[in-house]
């Protein structure tokens, strides 16, 4: 039994804003929202700004804020994205929902960690060359909060928009870094496509803005250090680039099968038509050198969604109209992306708008996925790209359309999205515009 799979309401929460039509706005305008941290002291880090959600209050998103206790800042995010995209899709009016056929997947990571607690435990144990176990047993008992680390868990936020919601299908969670909400959005169209369920809300949340988040990915020589510049610090496939620069919120989109959306008079955004995933079995921070993992990635879901790549539409230009690149503006990720794209499009690669809002949003590392999932669909929505910023200084290497600097006026049927994550996972969704 395969069923097509159609959008019908999304929504999100990003440090660009708490709302899709004025973060929209931003995006076409190429603003940013990079700052200065101000979560914690990184005064002394290599990296001390980032895309950081302010000014938000998740209990205006909720019917009653008691019954989610003191959630974790990723289960604030996507409750916030996630009544969005249930309210846009209408389902929240429908009295005869049948709520055991309505199901979630998200690509999930964790709240901010406890840094600070954990830190007085051990210092309280602390006896010179170790730590005593029984006196820091005796610590975390004053220090540490249990209901508070539970917050922090990746699939806390799956279950407090079950109870919100009375969501009672289908319930996964996946974390695979960067790639997990376009691999759990690309999986709950699985779940729809057999038959399991007619509704799925998909997406994801994240933010590792925190003492062991910025410090793990300084380690990695990832994040970009221009302390002196940091609105222009993330800066895909430009010859200057020195990595990302964090963000944090969370992106989800409400899916359905064509059948129960059209039964109930819904709204289509646009139809799910492919999803593609690989394994790069490679490193464990690394894309293979060669692409081949994202372009397996790309390859299997063009081939769902029944397009060749290297053909042309009856229009004269090529099936995809524009792809939302993973671009995180670090060395490696841009050439290897570029290389993969030219492999999977041959000679129609230079001819397809390519950009990345990692340049304006940040990378939303769990969440980046579904955020650019949803720009994909305002593209084809309002028929405009947003561009890639800071592109002053391309790369001689990396000769694709990446639409610089200003947006474009263009119209787009077709959407490929691209995210690659630690361990060498590699996810790829296209969207189309739907027609009956």
Known sequence: MT???VVTGVGWITPMGHDIDSVWKRLVAGETAVAPI?????TTFPTNFANQVRDYDWTQYVDDSSRHGTPGMHTAFALGAARQAWEASGLGAMKSLDRRRCGLYLGSG???LD??????????AWKGESVNDREWLEAAKNHISCTYEVAQEPNEPLTHIAREFGLRGP?????TACAASTQAIGEACDILMRGDADVMLSGGTHTMLHVLGITGFNRLTALSTRS?????ASRPFSRTRDGFVMGEGSGVITLETLK?????????LAEITGYGSSADAYRITDLHPEGRGPAAAMHAALSQAGIDPKADGPDGRPHVHYISAHGTSTQENDSIETAAVKNVFGANAPRIPMTSIKSMMGHLICAAGAVELITCLLIMRNNIIPPTTNLADPDPELDLDYVPNTA???????????SFGFGGQNDTVIAQTFTE
């Open 38 to 42: 101000d979560r914690f002291d990184a």
């Open 115 to 124: 840094f600070d607690s954990y830190q007085r435990t051990s210092l309280s």
């Open 408 to 418: 474009r006026e263009v119209n787009v049927d077709v959407c490929l999205s691209n």
């Open 3 to 5: 069923c097509r799979v």
């Open 228 to 232: 002196d510049d940091p609105t222009h």
């Open 110 to 112: 964790e709240g901010v």
């Open 260 to 268: 129960h959306a059209e039964s109930r008079g819904a709204t289509i």
């Open 171 to 175: 319930a996964f969670n996946c974390l």
